[in-house]
């Protein structure tokens, strides 16, 4: 079956739909050793797809997973220092799916990866405003007013002003607290820097949900493919 080149180039990860309508558009997309300039074009999936000289591989069926990602993990397909990376808790067969989003390295919890090009894009894009929650263990004693800043909407980091955050405090013991977080975005480190510019640094951080994706019972590395309802849940809040 024929599929538009700028869906192929987009499912395969490499970039947007958008981007990839560019790319072609501005001469940078080979079919088969020949520049291809127009959007209209059709390839199979045989044909050999080059953007940049770099060759685009065409998954035959799309997957989709969740995964545990422990600790001591980076989200990355390679380390150049080498570093353990979440491929490493993966089968060989699985190699080419690619990370939507990421959980820093002292971080664990869901992460999802996708042979998808497009569904990685709604995942990651900066307009998507899905929820993301976290269960985050702090040291010190926060109260409701001393967190404050974090749902004001007037907090900003490197900056940035950041969307509200939603928070509530679980439990408090052995001079350290538990914390639930609700985002709607993710930028770097964002919930370590915040919390740690309040007084209360960040001992243990743990994603549980992706929209209403949970991470449930899961086992830390374990992973599992999602179906079309499972996906669906991410968009849910």
């Not at 209209?40 to 685009?56: C, F, Q, R, S, Y």
């Not at 220092?81 to 919890?109: F, N, V």
Request: net charge positive; aromatic share 6%; hydrophobic share 35%.
């Amino acid at each position: 079956m024929q599929i538009r080149l700028q869906k192929i180039i987009a499912d395969s990860g490499l970039c947007s739909r958008r981007k990839a309508e560019e790319l072609i558009e501005s001469g940078k997309v080979k079919l088969n050793g020949k520049v291809v300039t127009r959007l209209g074009t059709k390839a199979e999936e045989t044909d050999k797809i080059e953007v940049n000289g770099v060759l685009v591989t065409q998954p035959s069926k799309k997957i989709t997973i969740a995964l545990f990602k422990p600790e001591g993990y980076i989200t990355s397909k390679s380390d150049p220092h080498h570093s353990q990376t979440i491929m490493d808790l993966l089968p060989k067969e699985l190699s080419y799916l690619k990370p939507a989003g990421r959980l820093d390295k002292d971080s664990e919890g869901l992460l999802i990866l996708s042979s998808d090009g497009e569904l990685i894009q709604r995942l990651t894009h900066p307009s998507a405003g899905h929820t993301k929650t976290y269960m985050v263990r702090v040291k010190g004693f926060p109260k409701p007013q001393n967190l404050a800043p974090l749902s004001s909407g007037k907090l900003k980091l490197d900056g940035y002003l950041l969307n509200p955050m939603e928070f509530h405090i679980l439990s408090v013991k052995d001079g350290k607290t538990w914390i639930r977080l609700r985002l709607t975005e993710g930028r770097n480190r964002q919930i370590r820097k915040v919390l740690d510019s309040l007084g209360y640094p960040v001992i243990y951080l743990k994603r549980t949900e992706i929209g209403k994706l949970q991470l449930g019972n899961m086992k830390k590395g374990e992973y599992k493919e999602l179906s079309e309802k499972d996906i669906s849940l991410c968009f849910k809040t």
